[in-house]
């Protein structure tokens, strides 16, 4: 999906700007890392491309789509080609693993035959074959991380937006986000997310393998490009 953002203006939850007059534009097929020391400013920027959080001012377009304009029904239909990791967006207690992935299937319309296959594949991918029957209570902080970002990714969204993906997740787990993102990107998904720790640019660049990513800040109400690359 191509987003595109015309003289925005946009607060946090709290009622402080966190966008003023922004002009961004982020290309389909593009992997954009959002680097922000404001926790509630980088999950509203995400919310408002994800439609939940409405810009004060200005024009967003998702896909040549003002996500606000859309009805009820309208909007359903996007968003089957959206995935979202949120930090609100827990995974169901009383379902287990495999269970929790297999729901967002069904939610966007992409179960059949074939998915619970296809999740088992993911999860011994990802190291978590043997976690696949537990409940979430059962798993590490960093593995429940792990399997809100596959129940994100499993349906290959056109778009994902994620809000510091990697935050609490064990050196083991976020090499295989990292990989898992990075295929995700690969193969033409659009990817927006946040990140606040300092050493997740350099840990970036050690597993990036020329993968390009576009960095940039958001601090003050301004929305910069800080031009890096994976290299």
Do not use: C
């Not at 020391?37 to 980088?42: D, F, G, H, I």
């Amino acid at each position: 999906m191509f987003i595109q953002g015309f003289h925005l203006t946009q607060t946090d939850a709290s009622g402080m700007p966190i966008l003023e007059d922004a002009y961004f534009s982020f290309p389909e097929g593009s992997y954009t890392v959002l680097l922000s020391e404001n926790v509630l400013s980088a999950t509203a920027f995400l919310k408002m491309l994800a439609g939940e959080y409405h810009p004060v001012t200005g024009t967003l377009r998702v896909d040549h789509q003002d996500p606000y304009t859309l009805t009820e029904s309208q909007k359903r239909r996007w968003l089957t080609d959206v995935g979202v990791i949120f930090s609100d967006f827990k995974l169901f207690s009383d379902r287990t693993v495999v269970e929790n992935i297999l729901f967002i299937l069904r939610a966007k319309g992409f179960w059949d035959k074939d998915s619970l296959g296809a999740v088992n594949i993911l999860l011994n991918k990802a190291g978590l074959g043997a976690k696949a029957n537990l409940l979430p209570e059962a798993l590490t902080e960093g593995e429940r991380q792990l399997v809100m970002a596959l129940r994100a990714m499993i349906f290959r969204p056109r778009l994902l937006l994620a809000d510091d993906p990697f935050q609490g997740v064990e050196e083991s787990a976020f090499r295989i986000l990292f990989k898992f993102l990075s295929e995700l990107n690969k193969s033409g998904t659009t990817i927006v997310i946040s990140a606040r720790q300092a050493a997740f640019l350099e840990e970036a660049k050690k597993l990036g393998e020329g993968q390009t990513i576009r960095w940039m800040q958001l601090d003050g109400g301004k929305l910069h490009s800080l031009e890096e690359k994976v290299s």
